[in-house]
């Protein structure tokens, strides 16, 4: 197994000269006491789908300066694509001609404290991006009337501002 750890330790061994460090998959903790133990508070760290509480409390002390998040919620919609594929019910992008693959889900990017602190009470905590609900209706077995527009518009709502109006957090 690989020890996250460290990885990072050797990392920033290795590198001295570095004045970033991105880090992803619940590995923040994992960066960031070997960044500490080494007196290198100067270095910028981000992450990507981080779901653990020290994310949370490394924005609030000011050692984590961004975190992009979006995984869950990709994967979400990429089953229900996958479900209406496997049912015998592609969902045909008009425009292309063609089965939809993917939508244009941008990935949330946040970089405030109050903005992780949106994202945890959204998504994280035991919380999901979508509901049983709101994934049914992008599967034609219980939506016949799912388009390929109604996926678009699913990407394109994928907002922490959207996330938080929809959950009423």
Known sequence: TFDKTEGAQNIITNYPEMDAFACGLNAVINVLQPLAAAGRTDVMVSCFEAGEPETLEAFEEGTLNGLADGAIAHGLVAFTMLY????GNKIIDE???YAITVTNMDYIIVDTVEECRQ???TIYNGNVPYSVDELKQLCKA???NVTAADYHKVGGEFTLENLVARKGK
């Open 84 to 87: 209406n594929g496997l049912t």
């Open 95 to 97: 425009e292309k001609g």
């Open 142 to 144: 219980f939506n016949p």
């Open 119 to 121: 994202l945890f009470d």
